[in-house]
Structures are given as C-alpha cells and as structure tokens.
C-alpha cells in the first residue's frame, strides 16, 4: 500500500515562500507520475502541476505560473513544490497525489497554506 505524507505547510505573509515536500513509501514511486493539488474552502480541488516519472512538466491552474515549481527527487522519493510570491488566493489546502496503483492513484492528506498578512 502506497503512502504519501505531505509537509512543509504554514501561514506566510503575501509574497512570501514556501516549499511543501511529500513523502511517498514503497518502491514505486520512480516509475509514477506525481501530481500537486489544492483545494480552497468552498471550491473544488484543482491540479496545481504535475511531473512526469521522467520529469516531464504538466502546469495546472494559470493563477500558479510563474510562481509555483514541482520537482522531484526518485532518490528520496520526493516531491516537491516552491511556492513564490504568495498570495491569499493560494489559501488552501495542498495535495500530494501518486498515479499509482492505477488508474485512481493514491493522496496524501494534505497540508494547509495559509497566506495573510
């Protein structure tokens, strides 16, 4: 059974930075895509990015270009996202998502970002 445990989450003034990094257990994490995703109160959650197993690049939402990055890293079985220039707009709720098992994949449970002044 895949795991995935997000962290890096926290309330930032706007502009400021954060970097959220997800965890992924097991052995199959090299051969998945991986995905970032958000989920705001009231609204439905929404693909910030999404990276290739062989690091090809998928943005998501237009709101997040240019600020926000995915990366990975198949030695520690990470993912990342830098988040620049924030603003409360990006208030959500952030998801981590392996494709595997296929097709549904599995989430990891979040990680709040809340960004005020």
């Known amino acids: 059974q895949v795991q995935l445990v997000e962290s890096g989450g926290g309330l930032v003034q706007p502009g400021g930075s954060l970097r959220l990094s997800c965890v992924v257990s097991?052995?199959?994490?090299?051969?998945?895509?991986m995905s970032w995703y958000r989920q705001a109160p009231g609204k439905e959650r929404e693909l910030v990015a999404a990276?290739?197993?062989?690091?090809?690049?998928?943005k998501g939402v237009d709101s997040v270009k240019g600020r926000f990055t995915i990366s990975r890293d198949n030695a520690k079985s990470s993912v990342y996202l830098q988040m620049n220039s924030l603003k409360p707009e990006d208030t959500a709720v952030y998801y981590c998502?392996?494709?595997?098992?296929?097709?549904?994949?599995?989430w990891g449970r979040g990680t709040q970002v809340a960004v005020s002044s």
């Open positions: 990276i290739t197993s062989a690091g090809g690049i998928h």
């Open positions: 097991g052995d199959t994490f090299s051969v998945s895509s």
């Open positions: 998502h392996t494709s595997f098992p296929y097709p549904e994949g599995s």
